[in-house]
């Protein structure tokens, strides 16, 4: 799994590329954490029109990333599913606890 963070204004944009699974969950956690300790930014979107596949364990990570986000005063959101990835959300109605986009130009909009 690859990751590449971007800022535009308030929004770090983090892009996942590759597979979120159980070797690589723990890399996301690290990597943003690092990042939440920078305060020119508000809200983490996380655009994921790259990132082939996602399991149980890469999925819990991006609840608990929302949750540390909180603590630290920050907002979190989705954008860009594969299908594949999409359904998982969908099942564990990821959206009633954080917002998901279909693009970034419209999560980046809101």
């Not at 690290?30 to 930014?41: D, M, P, Q, Y």
């Not at 990132?51 to 907002?75: C, N, V």
Request: contains cysteine; charged residues 25%.
């Amino acid at each position: 799994m690859k990751i590449l963070f971007e800022q535009k204004d308030e929004v770090l944009i983090a892009s996942l590329t590759g597979k979120l699974d159980a070797i690589y969950h723990h890399l996301l956690g690290e990597k943003v954490n690092e990042k939440s300790l920078e305060t020119t930014w508000s809200t983490l979107l996380f655009d994921l029109s790259e990132l082939d596949y996602i399991s149980s364990a890469g999925f819990r990570e991006f609840f608990l990333i929302g949750h540390k986000l909180q603590q630290y005063g920050k907002k979190m959101a989705i954008c860009s599913l594969k299908p594949s990835v999409q359904k998982m959300f969908e099942i564990a109605m990821f959206s009633k606890a954080y917002p998901v986009f279909d693009s970034r130009k419209a999560a980046l909009e809101n």
